[in-house]
């Protein structure tokens, strides 16, 4: 059951959902998401039970100081209202832990709470290990279920076969329900898996932007992800093993990016930043 706060009537809202755990390597997907409640001054405004969804042994409650004593803080999953002035609409933030049980149930419950407020669309983010070089660009391949929502957003087909998590699950239960329906994932270098990837979080952010056709402040995420990149060479330096690795991914990402410099994907990415910032002549998609 999702408890729900005193909710206004919404504008045009839309949906952005990630899940810590499987989803969200590097712990890119959930910050990414905290990064923006933080920045739109996000407040709580329904929390789905997690008696019927989580196995407590393996998601712990807390212990916490709430001020007037100390009390039993219960991690699940909480929905977040913001109403960005840049966005001119609403969005609902979606943050918490992969559940355990229901899944099901659990995005029934989801999308239900979803479809009652008037959102159409629902953005997915996820983050996955993969060979890619942590001093390139974090690839981010975002795609939909629906191919007319592909073409007009310029995304892939989703074409994925596999085990899938909670991320999945909500997507596709989001285009069963006649929803518009777009999934976005961060590649993560595999051998930085151990600390969090801000530089994937920032990869994230700036493909929302497209989606969203907005600017949003990327904070000190910027700064620290130089810093991630810094500390991953240093590690990366003092082992010749891996150092000849990370060159042999380096080498084979930008001989596969090669294509994307033509003539016409430049003036498409130009064109997407003049069109952000309401400099360009076409109306937001």
Same mark, same amino acid.
């Given at each position: 059951m999702i408890e729900i706060e005193d909710l206004p009537e919404l504008h045009d809202p839309v949906m952005i959902c990630a899940f810590e755990g499987w989803?969200?390597?590097?712990?890119? !997907? /959930?910050r990414a998401?905290?990064?923006?409640?933080?920045?739109?001054d996000a407040e709580t405004v329904a929390a789905i039970d997690p008696e019927d969804y989580y196995d407590f042994q393996v998601t712990r409650p807390r212990v916490i100081n709430q001020g007037q004593g100390r009390g039993i803080h219960w991690n699940?999953? *909480?929905?977040l209202l913001a109403s960005p002035d840049s966005l001119? *609409?609403? &969005?609902l933030l979606v943050t918490g832990i992969e559940p355990s049980f *229901?899944?099901? $149930?659990?995005?029934?419950?989801l999308l239900d709470l979803a479809a009652a407020n008037g959102v159409t669309t629902v953005i997915t983010l996820?983050?996955?290990? $993969?060979?890619? !070089?942590? /001093? *390139?660009?974090?690839?981010?391949v975002c795609t939909s279920e629906d191919e007319a929502v592909a073409f007009k957003h310029d995304l892939e087909p989703a074409r994925y076969e596999?085990?899938? +998590?909670?991320? +999945? &699950?909500?997507a596709d239960g989001a285009h069963q329900a006649e929803m518009v329906s777009i999934s976005a994932w961060a590649s993560v270098p595999h051998y930085t898996s151990q600390v969090p990837c801000p530089k994937a979080s920032l990869a994230l952010l700036s493909q929302l932007e497209d989606l969203l056709d907005?600017?949003?402040?990327?904070?000190?995420?910027e700064e620290e992800a130089q810093a991630w990149e810094r500390g991953v060479d240093e590690l990366a330096n003092t082992d010749e093993d891996v150092a000849e690795y990370v060159s042999a991914l380096e080498s084979a990402q930008d001989t596969s990016e090669l294509p994307e410099a033509s003539g016409d994907a430049i003036a498409k990415e130009f064109e997407r930043y003049l069109r952000r910032r309401g400099d360009g002549t076409d109306n937001p998609a």
């Open positions: 989803n969200d390597a590097g712990e890119a !997907a /959930s998401i905290e990064h923006l409640g933080m920045l739109w699940t999953t *909480r929905i001119g *609409r609403d &969005v *229901r899944w099901r $149930a659990f995005t029934t419950e996820g983050a996955l290990l $993969a060979d890619v !070089a942590h /001093s *390139r660009p974090i690839p981010v596999g085990p899938t +998590g909670i991320t +999945g &699950v909500v907005t600017v949003i402040d990327h904070g000190d995420l």
